[in-house]
């Protein structure tokens, strides 16, 4: 069932999204809302090197994940220097520059006609058309996401970023370099954001600047504050659920004159009911 | 030249009334109200509404069709606005929500309200008018300004300049100041501190429909707008400081000159990245704005 | 911890089981009901809504004329967005199983849908898309009635050509298709444009721009966009601006959107636009019909009857070579069927032969202007 | 050699003179009392001493060294620790993870080390959580281990607070206030905990309004008023003085 796998393909790509925000915003509290743009930048870098340069997928992928790594570090800097509400915004102001950047950048981006006909990946041969191929290929980065996640917030690194969490001054009385920590997670954040990106564009072999617009980034924060704050296995589910029960709304047969509306409305309540009942979200266990 | 700072102080005059309610609200809960903006647009859709009905069936003329909609839809809407804060917001804030979940959720509101609109009035753009034929505007040092463009000024000094007063002069302006210095000193020294914030919601809404409604004069209508305009009014109040009416005006106009001359310049689709460019400037040099300590 | 690893896996099993009996249950009534499923995908919501209802109620409309009752329509929202576009061409290619999908507005789902219509082999008709590029990119199973925007650029290009012109184009993938296009042709007539501004999408503002156009003393304004209200806000503004030139508006100016936007500033505008010419009385009978219907005029004339005619031709399609997507793309290459948009034909690559008008706005009616 | 040496810092916030010419010296191993009514900027020298606010003049040497522009995470690395006035432990992690963070790594925790070294990590985990175990037994809060530190009483959170300073281990320990709102026999834990840090050789310095506190614990007292210090020596000669008397009555 080829609309199956695409679901799953597109959960898989969204969870390794939801999983590493999680890790910016449940686990140490960095509430950003530019991780779209990451996604978008690991898209964009991918995509470009694939159909501008003979690149082959595996190093167009790498080359385009580690391009977002630099632009995080550099966008981390005025980033971070905030705290709650200011920090959101500033990362919402980011959010909008880098899209009217892949917007006007025509030269580059091709500006609101998007980069067209991305090569599907070859890896060791094996051509990925097939669709199963390629959820194999996105579940085994998924796992290999969580792994990495996993172990990093059950070390003692975890603690202490769940520390800075909860009180950055009282961290830094214990010694700990609060700013290290906060760029290299933000950044690793990133980097994954822009593995998702980069999965992204080949998978669906076209893409331009208004899938990477603001809502993208407010869906992602929606899965992990569903999923629940601090918790992999919860953004995973906030993941599936915000990417799968849009389309399983088309079977609803809701006459399509409000089905539209409604989706939306639905995504609003969501948000409300779950800052009043869970604000730690259905497995969380920090409240933002 | 001159034509783009007149076009930006217009436009700058529009943000600033909103930016003024939404700073009255932050100055008294304390947190971004971002479904501020869809309670604006739909006032203003209220506004088409009443002023079609009075045009087409009770043969009234249009100008005071708008003005007899606008009257009627700001105080519905200012109902609206308490409303909101009284069956939404308080109860979240009585559950111990932090500062970031209240925005998250005013976010959500903002969705709901948004698709509400477009459920009832429909996706197309409406247009309020206040006269049949489209007027040329008026010459004068070489910019023109059209009759909408002047009525929009005055109504945004005259509402600014009784704002002012009302704030500082009368016993509710400042019991709602002191309500948003700090609601516990104010509760303790008898200010009902719930009554004053239903004023204060009541007000800011009444605001955003006026602003919203006299922007509909310019630009039509459309349901995204509120989306589009709670983006402009939180990078006008934090340029003026959040929650300080002056900073409001000053706010307001302030983007609405760079928005005109970063269009002017460097192109229409770069007015965006300038607005933002903006805001995030301010919030690294100075992100408690300009008229605040 | 262990509580959580129960919600866990119950939410797991609960989407498990939701996606497999979502998927068959339609399988299960499709075969029962034996009724022949054409599917939609369409913009039902953002900035183009407006037109994606147009096409939706234009082809309902013709289907309550055709009085058939075997055949049924589902309706899928492309939210304008490729990932959106793509999960609704799926749903209705392999759960849905249609042969033929009317729709695709916006490049963004297009060129998401058609990797998937080419490897489902599965006929996309669209009658909105103008984007020159789904010529090369479109595929044997592509077509279209609406004309591609290098017929459009050459009408326009020959009107206006060796005169000061001004540009406004929106800051999207129609707008600067049709811009760069138009440009190429102007240059054939060695004119470049005194000005070229851009706007983003839902811009609202345009008097810096048009101050700039005016300081350019351009003779000619031309506005490519394909948002009705975005073309009625610049001839409003311009007009309050005092700006005495001659507007040129591409296919979105024809509807109420854009006439309720500009009011009495859209007197006097040209537009290069498709079909919605009301000297044949069957637009006419098809528009007050859709005023009776919906107690409200389309929000675009040329794209409600092109969609018109785009259910007609499908349903001749059917009667002659039944509903199969290869049967029915073969005919549409033979097929020469006089719609309400003119005589449609199909080239090899699924373009059809429907060149854009040149008419003009006298007292609130677009009427056809003789070149 | 004296361990901490404050030459005449001040610190004025427009206006305020919270800190004012203000020098003292702490030796190794003594515990040092600073007394003084509200607002007599006990907290702002704790601060400053920290570098959570930069001082106007003035500067601070820790073991002959100068920390007055270091930054906050690096004072705390040379061996000093402080509790915030009435600060309660980080509240969404559980009080084992609160007690692991007080701990001093010698593995640098990196992400290099997370994945490079994990085993020296864990081994270090391991030991810190016996000690962790052994700790909370010795304050009765052993059946506290994996509690949330926002279910502790506010006691057992200010006794949290004191275990973090044990496990620190640090040789300057500034406590602000550890006794105010607990109950007596706290209060005698708390004092017994003292005594054992002294013991093994740190330096702590305290402020505390409790005077019974003051004089059975601290070797030497330093008063302050103002932002200024009027009296510096043992308890009895200082509390003889008039104008410590005066600063009390008030003027």
Same mark, same amino acid.
Request: charged letters at 15%; proline letters at 2%; a neutral charge.
């Given at each position: 069932?080829?609309?199956?796998?695409?679901?799953?393909?597109?959960?898989?790509?969204?969870?390794?999204?939801?999983?590493?925000?999680?890790?910016?915003?449940?686990?140490?509290?960095?509430?950003?809302?530019?991780?779209?743009?990451?996604?978008?930048?690991?898209?964009?870098?991918?995509?470009?090197?694939?159909?501008?340069?003979?690149?082959?997928?595996?190093?167009?992928?790498?080359?385009?994940?580690?391009?977002?790594?630099?632009?995080?570090?550099?966008?981390?800097?005025?980033?971070?220097?905030?705290?709650?509400?200011?920090?959101?915004?500033?990362?919402?102001?980011?959010?909008?520059?880098?899209?009217?950047?892949?917007?006007?950048?025509?030269?580059?981006?091709?500006?609101?006609?998007?980069?067209?006909?991305?090569?599907?990946?070859?890896?060791?041969?094996?051509?990925?058309?097939?669709?199963?191929?390629?959820?194999?290929?996105?579940?085994?980065?998924?796992?290999?996401?969580?792994?990495?996640?996993?172990?990093?917030?059950?070390?003692?690194?975890?603690?202490?970023?769940?520390?800075?969490?909860?009180?950055?001054?009282?961290?830094?009385?214990?010694?700990?370099?609060?700013?290290?920590?906060?760029?290299?997670?933000?950044?690793?954040?990133?980097?994954?954001?822009?593995?998702?990106?980069?999965?992204?564009?080949?998978?669906?072999?076209?893409?331009?600047?208004?899938?990477?617009?603001?809502?993208?980034?407010?869906?992602?924060?929606?899965?992990?504050?569903?999923?629940?704050?601090?918790?992999?296995?919860?953004?995973?589910?906030?993941?599936?659920?915000?990417?799968?029960?849009?389309?399983?709304?088309?079977?609803?047969?809701?006459?399509?004159?409000?089905?539209?509306?409604?989706?939306?409305?639905?995504?609003?309540?969501?948000?409300?009911?779950?800052?009043?009942?869970?604000?730690?979200?259905?497995?969380?266990?920090?409240?933002? | 030249?001159?034509?783009?700072?007149?076009?930006?102080?217009?436009?700058?005059?529009?943000?600033?009334?909103?930016?003024?309610?939404?700073?009255?609200?932050?100055?008294?809960?304390?947190?971004?109200?971002?479904?501020?903006?869809?309670?604006?647009?739909?006032?203003?859709?209220?506004?088409?509404?009443?002023?079609?009905?009075?045009?087409?069936?009770?043969?009234?003329?249009?100008?005071?069709?708008?003005?007899?909609?606008?009257?009627?839809?700001?105080?519905?809407?200012?109902?609206?606005?308490?409303?909101?804060?009284?069956?939404?917001?308080?109860?979240?804030?009585?559950?111990?929500?932090?500062?970031?979940?209240?925005?998250?959720?005013?976010?959500?509101?903002?969705?709901?309200?948004?698709?509400?609109?477009?459920?009832?009035?429909?996706?197309?753009?409406?247009?309020?008018?206040?006269?049949?034929?489209?007027?040329?505007?008026?010459?004068?040092?070489?910019?023109?300004?059209?009759?909408?463009?002047?009525?929009?000024?005055?109504?945004?000094?005259?509402?600014?300049?009784?704002?002012?007063?009302?704030?500082?002069?009368?016993?509710?302006?400042?019991?709602?100041?002191?309500?948003?210095?700090?609601?516990?000193?104010?509760?303790?020294?008898?200010?009902?501190?719930?009554?004053?914030?239903?004023?204060?919601?009541?007000?800011?809404?009444?605001?955003?429909?006026?602003?919203?409604?006299?922007?509909?004069?310019?630009?039509?209508?459309?349901?995204?707008?509120?989306?589009?305009?709670?983006?402009?009014?939180?990078?006008?109040?934090?340029?003026?400081?959040?929650?300080?009416?002056?900073?409001?005006?000053?706010?307001?106009?302030?983007?609405?000159?760079?928005?005109?001359?970063?269009?002017?310049?460097?192109?229409?689709?770069?007015?965006?990245?300038?607005?933002?460019?903006?805001?995030?400037?301010?919030?690294?040099?100075?992100?408690?704005?300009?008229?605040?300590? | 911890?262990?509580?959580?690893?129960?919600?866990?896996?119950?939410?797991?099993?609960?989407?498990?089981?939701?996606?497999?009996?979502?998927?068959?249950?339609?399988?299960?009534?499709?075969?029962?009901?034996?009724?022949?499923?054409?599917?939609?995908?369409?913009?039902?919501?953002?900035?183009?809504?407006?037109?994606?209802?147009?096409?939706?109620?234009?082809?309902?409309?013709?289907?309550?004329?055709?009085?058939?009752?075997?055949?049924?329509?589902?309706?899928?929202?492309?939210?304008?967005?490729?990932?959106?576009?793509?999960?609704?061409?799926?749903?209705?290619?392999?759960?849905?199983?249609?042969?033929?999908?009317?729709?695709?507005?916006?490049?963004?789902?297009?060129?998401?849908?058609?990797?998937?219509?080419?490897?489902?082999?599965?006929?996309?008709?669209?009658?909105?898309?103008?984007?020159?590029?789904?010529?090369?990119?479109?595929?044997?199973?592509?077509?279209?009635?609406?004309?591609?925007?290098?017929?459009?650029?050459?009408?326009?290009?020959?009107?206006?050509?060796?005169?000061?012109?001004?540009?406004?184009?929106?800051?999207?993938?129609?707008?600067?298709?049709?811009?760069?296009?138009?440009?190429?042709?102007?240059?054939?007539?060695?004119?470049?444009?005194?000005?070229?501004?851009?706007?983003?999408?839902?811009?609202?503002?345009?008097?810096?721009?048009?101050?700039?156009?005016?300081?350019?003393?351009?003779?000619?304004?031309?506005?490519?966009?394909?948002?009705?209200?975005?073309?009625?806000?610049?001839?409003?503004?311009?007009?309050?601006?005092?700006?005495?030139?001659?507007?040129?508006?591409?296919?979105?100016?024809?509807?109420?959107?854009?006439?309720?936007?500009?009011?009495?500033?859209?007197?006097?505008?040209?537009?290069?636009?498709?079909?919605?010419?009301?000297?044949?009385?069957?637009?006419?009978?098809?528009?007050?019909?859709?005023?009776?219907?919906?107690?409200?005029?389309?929000?675009?004339?040329?794209?409600?009857?092109?969609?018109?005619?785009?259910?007609?031709?499908?349903?001749?399609?059917?009667?002659?070579?039944?509903?199969?997507?290869?049967?029915?793309?073969?005919?549409?290459?033979?097929?020469?069927?006089?719609?309400?948009?003119?005589?449609?034909?199909?080239?090899?690559?699924?373009?059809?032969?429907?060149?854009?008008?040149?008419?003009?706005?006298?007292?609130?009616?677009?009427?056809?202007?003789?070149? | 050699?004296?361990?901490?040496?404050?030459?005449?810092?001040?610190?004025?916030?427009?206006?305020?003179?919270?800190?004012?010419?203000?020098?003292?010296?702490?030796?190794?191993?003594?515990?040092?009392?600073?007394?003084?009514?509200?607002?007599?900027?006990?907290?702002?020298?704790?601060?400053?001493?920290?570098?959570?606010?930069?001082?106007?003049?003035?500067?601070?040497?820790?073991?002959?060294?100068?920390?007055?522009?270091?930054?906050?995470?690096?004072?705390?690395?040379?061996?000093?620790?402080?509790?915030?006035?009435?600060?309660?432990?980080?509240?969404?992690?559980?009080?084992?993870?609160?007690?692991?963070?007080?701990?001093?790594?010698?593995?640098?925790?990196?992400?290099?080390?997370?994945?490079?070294?994990?085993?020296?990590?864990?081994?270090?985990?391991?030991?810190?959580?016996?000690?962790?175990?052994?700790?909370?037994?010795?304050?009765?809060?052993?059946?506290?281990?994996?509690?949330?530190?926002?279910?502790?009483?506010?006691?057992?959170?200010?006794?949290?607070?004191?275990?973090?300073?044990?496990?620190?281990?640090?040789?300057? =320990? &500034? $406590?602000? @206030?550890?006794?105010?709102? /607990?109950?007596? %026999?706290?209060?005698?834990? *708390?004092?017994?905990?003292?005594?054992?840090?002294?013991?093994?050789?740190?330096? =702590? &310095? $305290?402020? @505390?309004?409790?005077?019974? /506190?003051?004089? %059975?614990?601290?070797?030497? *007292?330093?008063?302050?008023?103002?932002?200024?210090?009027?009296?510096?020596?043992?308890?009895?000669?200082?509390?003889?003085?008039?104008?410590?008397?005066?600063?009390?009555?008030?003027?």
């Amino acid at each position: 069932m080829d609309f199956i796998v695409q679901l799953a393909i597109y959960s898989a790509i969204a969870s390794i999204a939801a999983v590493s925000l999680n890790y910016v915003v449940g686990f140490t509290g960095i509430m950003s809302i530019s991780h779209a743009s990451f996604y978008g930048i690991g898209a964009y870098g991918t995509a470009l090197l694939l159909t501008k340069t003979g690149l082959s997928f595996v190093p167009a992928l790498l080359l385009g994940v580690l391009i977002t790594g630099l632009v995080a570090a550099f966008a981390s800097v005025p980033i971070l220097r905030l705290r709650e509400d200011s920090l959101m915004l500033v990362s919402v102001g980011f959010a909008l520059i880098i899209h009217s950047l892949m917007l006007n950048w025509q030269s580059l981006t091709n500006g609101p006609r998007g980069v067209k006909s991305i090569p599907r990946p070859e890896i060791f041969g094996i051509s990925l058309t097939d669709k199963n191929f390629y959820l194999v290929l996105c579940l085994v980065l998924l796992v290999l996401t969580i792994i990495i996640f996993y172990k990093i917030t059950k070390s003692p690194y975890g603690t202490v970023i769940k520390g800075i969490r909860e009180n950055e001054e009282v961290m830094k009385n214990y010694g700990y370099n609060v700013s290290k920590y906060k760029h290299s997670v933000f950044v690793l954040g990133a980097i994954f954001a822009g593995l998702a990106g980069g999965l992204f564009a080949s998978y669906i072999q076209y893409i331009s600047p208004e899938s990477f617009i603001l809502l993208p980034s407010v869906f992602m924060l929606i899965m992990v504050i569903l999923g629940g704050m601090g918790s992999i296995g919860g953004s995973i589910i906030g993941a599936i659920l915000i990417t799968v029960i849009p389309e399983l709304m088309r079977f609803a047969g809701l006459p399509s004159s409000f089905a539209a509306e409604s989706n939306q409305i639905v995504y609003g309540i969501i948000l409300f009911a779950l800052m009043y009942w869970r604000p730690q979200g259905l497995f969380g266990k920090y409240k933002i | 030249m001159f034509q783009v700072l007149v076009n930006g102080i217009i436009v700058g005059g529009i943000y600033a009334l909103i930016t003024i309610g939404f700073n009255l609200i932050y100055s008294a809960v304390r947190f971004y109200h971002l479904a501020y903006g869809a309670v604006g647009i739909l006032g203003a859709y209220l506004t088409y509404q009443i002023q079609k009905f009075i045009f087409e069936t009770q043969g009234g003329g249009l100008i005071t069709g708008f003005l007899f909609g606008l009257l009627i839809s700001s105080i519905v809407t200012g109902m609206l606005g308490i409303l909101i804060w009284k069956f939404l917001y308080r109860p979240l804030r009585k559950n111990g929500a932090s500062n970031v979940s209240m925005i998250v959720a005013s976010f959500g509101l903002l969705i709901i309200l948004q698709n509400l609109i477009g459920l009832i009035f429909g996706q197309s753009a409406k247009t309020i008018r206040l006269s049949e034929v489209t007027t040329q505007g008026y010459e004068f040092l070489s910019a023109s300004i059209t009759k909408n463009q002047i009525l929009i000024l005055i109504v945004t000094l005259v509402s600014v300049f009784v704002f002012e007063l009302f704030l500082h002069r009368t016993k509710i302006g400042t019991a709602i100041r002191a309500v948003g210095q700090n609601s516990q000193l104010a509760a303790v020294v008898g200010v009902k501190t719930e009554k004053v914030i239903y004023i204060t919601f009541f007000i800011a809404s009444f605001l955003s429909v006026l602003a919203s409604s006299l922007i509909a004069l310019e630009i039509s209508l459309k349901p995204t707008y509120g989306l589009m305009l709670i983006l402009k009014v939180i990078v006008a109040s934090i340029i003026g400081g959040i929650g300080s009416m002056r900073g409001a005006l000053v706010g307001g106009l302030m983007l609405g000159v760079a928005e005109n001359f970063g269009a002017y310049y460097f192109g229409s689709q770069w007015q965006d990245t300038v607005a933002f460019g903006l805001l995030v400037i301010f919030l690294l040099v100075r992100p408690q704005g300009l008229f605040k300590k | 911890m262990n509580k959580q690893k129960h919600i866990l896996l119950a939410t797991m099993l609960t989407v498990v089981v939701a996606l497999v009996l979502g998927g068959c249950s339609t399988k299960v009534a499709n075969l029962s009901q034996e009724k022949i499923k054409l599917g939609y995908v369409g913009p039902l919501t953002g900035d183009l809504a407006s037109i994606g209802n147009d096409e939706k109620r234009a082809i309902q409309l013709a289907l309550t004329a055709s009085g058939r009752t075997d055949i049924e329509v589902i309706f899928e929202d492309s939210h304008c967005n490729g990932q959106a576009g793509s999960n609704a061409a799926q749903k209705l290619v392999n759960v849905d199983q249609v042969q033929l999908i009317m729709g695709a507005g916006c490049s963004d789902a297009t060129l998401a849908m058609l990797p998937i219509i080419q490897q489902g082999q599965v006929v996309l008709f669209s009658s909105l898309s103008t984007s020159p590029e789904l010529t090369k990119v479109g595929g044997e199973y592509f077509f279209r009635n609406a004309p591609s925007d290098d017929k459009a650029t050459e009408v326009l290009a020959k009107l206006i050509k060796n005169k000061k012109i001004a540009l406004v184009s929106e800051n999207n993938d129609f707008g600067q298709a049709f811009l760069n296009d138009l440009k190429v042709k102007l240059a054939e007539f060695d004119t470049t444009p005194v000005a070229d501004e851009i706007f983003n999408t839902g811009t609202t503002d345009y008097k810096t721009i048009l101050q700039k156009v005016k300081e350019s003393k351009a003779e000619v304004l031309a506005v490519i966009s394909n948002s009705p209200v975005s073309n009625g806000l610049v001839i409003k503004q311009a007009k309050e601006l005092g700006l005495e030139m001659a507007y040129y508006g591409t296919d979105s100016i024809a509807g109420s959107e854009f006439s309720d936007t500009a009011q009495d500033a859209a007197e006097g505008v040209y537009a290069i636009l498709v079909a919605a010419n009301t000297a044949d009385d069957r637009v006419n009978k098809l528009l007050q019909l859709y005023e009776n219907t919906y107690l409200e005029g389309p929000a675009s004339d040329a794209y409600t009857v092109l969609s018109y005619d785009r259910m007609n031709i499908v349903l001749k399609a059917i009667d002659a070579v039944g509903y199969d997507a290869e049967a029915i793309r073969n005919y549409l290459h033979t097929i020469n069927y006089d719609g309400l948009a003119g005589y449609t034909s199909f080239d090899e690559n699924g373009d059809s032969s429907i060149l854009p008008l040149v008419l003009r706005f006298e007292d609130g009616e677009l009427v056809p202007v003789q070149q | 050699m004296s361990l901490l040496q404050i030459k005449n810092i001040s610190k004025s916030f427009d206006g305020l003179k919270a800190l004012h010419n203000l020098s003292f010296n702490v030796n190794d191993g003594e515990i040092v009392g600073v007394i003084g009514p509200n607002g007599a900027g006990k907290s702002t020298l704790f601060n400053a001493i920290m570098n959570h606010i930069n001082k106007d003049s003035g500067d601070i040497y820790f073991d002959g060294i100068n920390i007055t522009k270091k930054p906050t995470h690096q004072i705390a690395g040379m061996g000093i620790v402080r509790t915030f006035q009435d600060s309660q432990p980080l509240p969404q992690i559980s009080v084992q993870e609160n007690l692991d963070l007080a701990f001093k790594y010698q593995t640098d925790i990196s992400l290099v080390s997370v994945f490079g070294r994990h085993k020296f990590l864990q081994e270090e985990q391991q030991v810190h959580f016996t000690k962790i175990k052994e700790l909370l037994h010795e304050v009765g809060l052993g059946s506290k281990l994996n509690v949330q530190a926002q279910d502790l009483s506010y006691g057992q959170g200010k006794l949290l607070e004191m275990l973090k300073v044990i496990a620190s281990d640090a040789r300057l =320990i &500034l $406590l602000d @206030e550890p006794f105010s709102g /607990l109950f007596p %026999e706290m209060i005698k834990l *708390v004092t017994k905990l003292i005594y054992d840090l002294s013991a093994s050789g740190k330096t =702590i &310095l $305290l402020v @505390e309004h409790n005077m019974q /506190l003051i004089e %059975e614990i601290c070797d030497r *007292v330093i008063v302050m008023d103002a932002g200024q210090k009027i009296a510096d020596g043992d308890f009895k000669t200082v509390t003889k003085q008039q104008n410590v008397i005066d600063s009390y009555l008030g003027k």
